[in-house]
């Protein structure tokens, strides 16, 4: 079963704008993941926060993470046409290994 | 670094015939994971080893699926009889294994494509 929902399904914004997904989850976590998926080719880890951390960054990505309300949200920051791809979220409950949700799948227009 | 290894890329087949993926992980990973993802969806985890020791096999429908990781390296993940709904993408995983805050990161292979016919 999938425990992490993303929100959106789907998202086309404009070449650098900022890009916005949400993931929500049921049960508690010790961690929770992004990844980013290309067509045809496996995912990329993009970035872990662990359940005891409220926000972290890369390059330009920011992902929040909010314990009690179960959610997570993942913000890409001057979007790029290579950003074009599926992002899912991927959490970490334990003996049950990494449950990734549907994805979001997120469209750049140039 | 080389990254995580599969073959065949593409797999074509009848159903009733039996099938079969390679993954080579990342060097020094313990951890190895088999994935199925459909279309539109994210990943299930169908088997996770800790070497060559399979510790998650409940997602495996073990009726048609088998797996082996012989010496905590390569792993092949076979299905006989393959069916229709079979056709998938099964992706390979690997990490370096737990950390005290939980699942590490996980490195993903490019997948093979099975289509059943």
């Known amino acids: 079963s999938q425990q992490g929902e993303e929100d959106p399904q789907a998202l086309s914004i404009q070449e650098g704008e900022n890009a916005t997904m949400n993931c929500s989850y049921k049960?508690?976590?010790?961690?929770l993941q992004w990844y980013r998926q290309n067509s045809g080719r496996g995912l990329v880890h993009l970035i872990l926060i662990r359940s005891n951390e409220r926000e972290k960054h890369s390059g330009r990505l920011r992902v929040t993470l909010d314990t009690s309300k179960k959610s997570s949200s993942l913000l890409i920051t001057a979007s790029r046409a290579a950003d074009t791809a599926s992002y899912f979220c991927a959490t970490d409950r334990g003996a049950d290994g990494l449950t990734f949700g549907k994805g979001t799948h997120l469209i750049i227009q140039p | 670094e080389a990254g995580v290894v599969q073959s065949p890329r593409y797999k074509i087949i009848e159903k009733k015939q039996p099938v079969a993926f390679w993954c080579n992980p990342i060097s020094g990973h313990n951890t190895l994971y088999w994935y199925l993802q459909n279309l539109g969806q994210g990943p299930e985890l169908l088997i996770r080893y800790e070497n060559e020791e399979a510790v998650d096999d409940s997602q495996l429908p073990k009726d048609r699926f088998s797996a082996e990781r012989l010496k905590g390296v390569d792993s092949t993940l076979k299905i006989q009889p393959a069916e229709l709904g079979d056709s998938a993408v099964y992706l390979c995983a690997s990490s370096p294994g737990m950390t005290s805050g939980g699942y590490d990161t996980q490195y993903f292979g490019p997948g093979t494509r099975l289509t059943v016919l």
């Open positions: 049960t508690s976590i010790n961690n």
